[in-house]
């Protein structure tokens, strides 16, 4: 059974920072594609950061320079380093697995909130 588990969310001020984490189990970490994507309230998901089984990455645009992606084969998570937090980040952040060769193979955690006040 493949899992998703976010975690490190939570409620931070203007400025601030959170770290999120998202364990993966029940699939073989390192090939797949690990991304972080976020939903806010009467807005569509959209992409924040994606980061390939060789550790490429991408950034949405309003993003660059304040959020890193980075993963850890060895534990099997990606996290999401979010810095300079602001009134527009928040939303529910989902992390996604993609297996970069067999797209039926896309997996979605639970959703984890942030909120950043002003």
């Known amino acids: 059974q493949v899992q998703l588990v976010e975690s490190g969310g939570g409620l931070v001020q203007f400025g601030g920072s959170l770290r999120l984490s998202c364990a993966a189990s029940?699939?073989?970490?390192?090939?797949?594609?690990m991304g972080w994507y976020r939903q806010a309230p009467g807005k569509e998901r959209e992409l924040v950061a994606r980061?390939?089984?060789?550790?490429?990455?991408v950034y949405a645009d309003s993003v660059k320079g304040r959020f890193t992606i980075s993963r850890d084969n060895s534990k099997s998570t990606v996290y999401l380093q979010m810095n300079d937090l602001k009134p527009d980040d928040t939303a529910v952040y989902y992390c996604?697995?993609?297996?970069?060769?067999?797209?039926?193979?896309?997996?979605w955690g639970q959703g984890s909130q942030v909120t950043v006040s002003s």
């Open positions: 996604n697995g993609h297996h970069v060769g067999r797209m039926t193979e896309d997996y």
């Open positions: 029940g699939i073989i970490f390192a090939r797949y594609a």
């Open positions: 980061i390939t089984p060789g550790s490429s990455t």
